[in-house]
């Protein structure tokens, strides 16, 4: 008799939290999400203890899980797609931690607290970067320094945020009745973390991140595009480490830096800049510039975009910050309309009819791309 659902459980462990979600895959519906916060201060001392309070905390759906997708930040330049954790891509991903030294060793502690704690089920690697380097050409994934440099120390762009821009070509593909395969999109994931992809033919060819987070858009603390010359400057005159130029270029810069709001947090921008604030209204003003000069440069590379794809908190939440965008874009024939932009977190069409190319808000679902991902490699 064949099993009457089929549960997968989605695994983000991070360095002082896990958050889980558990879905049956038959009707992709989610039975159970929580989060575990704490870890190692306070709380459980470890993610072997956070994944025994997550049993806990799932009671009876505990028993009969089939499969664990984990979400992993980065695949380097070997993962260029979702893969089964075996012992040997284990070890390659463990040679990946240099990329990011304070999510990566939570990440990989989380994969192997599961193969503890939930014995012979198995475990699926889903990278941030894979959905990125698997389709995008050297042209835009190489810096122009010496060669030996990317051999050496794998220096080059890789991209984040994949599985949300991976999740959105999907459902795009689908909303606009286009097969994945055809489809040409810039997909734009805004939140305190932003990054866009172009998408051509249902594959990415250019991403705004780098080689980690840091680049591209004006981001709520990360100051996104900077010449580095401006960096080494700053480090000389401040006589400032490696480690603490990183902190302030990622910590302490972007959305917070230029408009005085702890966090960078846009809806506290949007409501001083309501009132006059001059350093809120830049830092949007900067925010809106960025995102719009992407848009501009991808709707270009990826031949003309079927549409624009909006998502993340800002993206799919802030009716300010897109109207924003989209009044710079007027170049492209594309236009706002107001009443459809008041929308929040659903799926809805917000340019004028007539707009040369829709933008359009779909809401992501990170964890249910994982879970797709993970049945996927399976059935393999």
């Known amino acids: 008799m064949k099993k009457a659902i089929r549960k997968v459980l989605v695994v983000n462990s991070g360095s002082s939290s896990l958050k889980y979600q558990l879905f049956d895959m038959k009707t992709e519906a989610r039975l159970a999400k929580g989060l575990v916060e704490r870890i190692g201060a306070g709380g459980p001392a470890n993610h072997a203890e956070a994944l025994a309070k997550v049993v806990a905390d799932l009671g009876e759906l505990a028993n009969g899980i089939d499969e664990i997708g984990h979400r992993v930040l980065h695949g380097g330049e070997v993962f260029k797609d979702s893969a089964q954790m075996t012992k040997a891509n284990m070890a390659k991903a463990k040679k990946l931690v ?21 014995k012979g089920v198995p475990n699926v690697g889903v990278f ?15 810096y122009a320094i010496d060669p030996k440099y990317c051999k050496k120390y794998g220096i080059r762009k890789y ?37 866009l992809a172009a998408i051509k033919n249902g594959g990415v060819v250019d991403t705004t991140m780098g080689l980690t987070p840091l680049a591209g858009l004006v981001m709520g603390t990360r100051c996104g595009d900077i010449d580095a010359a401006a960096v080494l400057s700053i480090m000389e005159s401040e006589k400032k480490s490696p480690a603490e130029m990183d902190r302030i270029l990622n910590k302490e810069s972007g959305l917070q830096a230029v408009g005085g709001v702890k966090g960078g947090d846009c809806r506290d921008l949007c409501a ?6 001059r350093g809120a209204e830049l830092a949007l003003e900067m925010l809106a510039y960025r995102t719009a000069l992407y848009i501009g440069a991808y709707n270009t590379i990826v031949g003309g975009a079927d549409a624009i794809i909006m998502t993340g908190g800002i993206g799919e939440n802030s009716s300010e910050v897109r109207a924003r965008i989209v009044k710079r874009l007027g170049a ?3 236009k706002l309309d107001p009443k459809a932009n008041k929308v929040r977190g659903e799926i809805a069409v917000v340019s004028a009819k007539g707009s040369k190319i829709p933008v359009v808000i779909i809401p992501t679902n990170e964890e249910l791309m994982i879970a797709r991902d993970t049945v996927r490699v399976l059935a393999k």
Do not use: R, W, Y
């Open 98 to 118: 240099k990329f990011g030294p304070l999510h990566m060793p939570a990440n990989l502690g989380g994969i192997e607290a599961c193969e503890k704690i939930f």
């Open 159 to 195: 991209g984040f945020h994949g599985t949300s821009h991976k999740f959105i070509t999907q459902a795009a593909a689908k909303f606009l009745k286009k097969p994945l395969a055809k489809v040409n999109l810039v997909t734009c994931h805004l939140g305190n973390g932003s990054s």
């Open 272 to 277: 001083k800049a309501a009132k006059g604030d």
């Open 332 to 334: 492209l024939g594309i």
């Open 128 to 142: 941030d970067t894979a959905f990125h380097i698997a389709t995008m050409p050297d042209c835009a994934g190489m």
